[in-house]
């Protein structure tokens, strides 16, 4: 079956300007994540969902990060007023549910660029 | 809070042998999952093997093995018979129970040389 998408794979926008980042998980999987990877680094825990809700929002950065999965499959990352340190390769993951045992699926990523 | 290093930025090895990638990790949970992902230049992290830190075996998938170490906090990745594909950027990575998610370390770049 399809695996995890992400839309666009590619964005180039300008500092300032607002950004939505789009993650299409696995059919069924409760569990959706974000990621934030930089360049030379492993990926950076952003927010978790499980199900409609965030069961944990903890790793994005400040205010201007939100991330919304309405109808608990489609998710959206949305950056306002985005800044040239936000240019990054943003993952998305699903797993069938919560817990280690249960394999995160990655989707290709978008990679970010603020000029 | 949980950490994860991976202290080889880059290694090589020669087709057709064996090389082993190195991964400490500190955590006071004693319930935990550790994973190696591979992630080629396409950028889709691809889960090479899984380990359960209440399985004192070692995981064992095809030519990927793992050297457990528990109580030294250690999860190196052997690959054996290297293969031209097997170049790319491994991570290491742990899930904890109380953290819902992956902590990843830095990586390691693998470069398969003819």
């Known amino acids: 079956g399809a695996g995890v998408s992400q839309t666009p794979s590619n964005k180039v926008t300008e500092k300032g300007k607002y950004v939505e980042l789009r993650c299409d998980p696995i059919?069924?999987?409760?569990?959706l994540y974000w990621y934030r990877q930089s360049l030379g680094q492993g990926p950076e825990f952003l927010i978790y969902?499980?199900?409609?809700?965030?069961?944990?929002d903890s790793g994005l950065p400040n205010d201007r990060f939100f991330a919304v999965r309405p109808e608990g499959s489609v998710s959206t990352l949305k950056i306002q007023r985005t800044e040239r340190g936000d240019s990054a390769v943003y993952l998305c993951?699903?797993?069938?549910?919560?817990?280690?045992?249960?394999?995160?699926?990655f989707g290709p990523g978008t990679r970010l660029t603020v000029l | 809070a949980q950490t994860v290093t991976q202290s080889q930025p880059e290694m090589s090895v020669q087709e057709a042998e064996t090389v082993t990638l190195s991964c400490t990790y500190d955590?006071?949970?004693?319930?935990?999952?550790l994973f190696w992902y591979k992630q080629p230049p396409s950028r889709q992290m691809i889960l090479v093997i899984r380990?359960?830190?209440?399985?004192?075996q070692n995981a064992t998938e095809n030519r990927f093995s793992v050297n457990f170490q528990k109580a030294a906090k250690s999860f190196s990745l052997k690959i054996s018979d290297s293969q031209l594909g097997d170049t790319a950027m491994y991570f290491c990575a742990f899930y904890g129970g109380a953290t819902n998610k992956l902590i990843f370390g830095t990586g390691t770049l693998l470069a398969v040389q003819p």
């Open positions: 993951a699903s797993s069938p549910d919560r817990g280690g045992y249960n394999e995160q699926f």
């Open positions: 059919s069924g999987h409760t569990a």
């Open positions: 955590t006071s949970e004693s319930n935990y999952y």
């Open positions: 380990q359960e830190a209440y399985k004192q």
């Open positions: 969902f499980q199900g409609t809700g965030a069961a944990d």
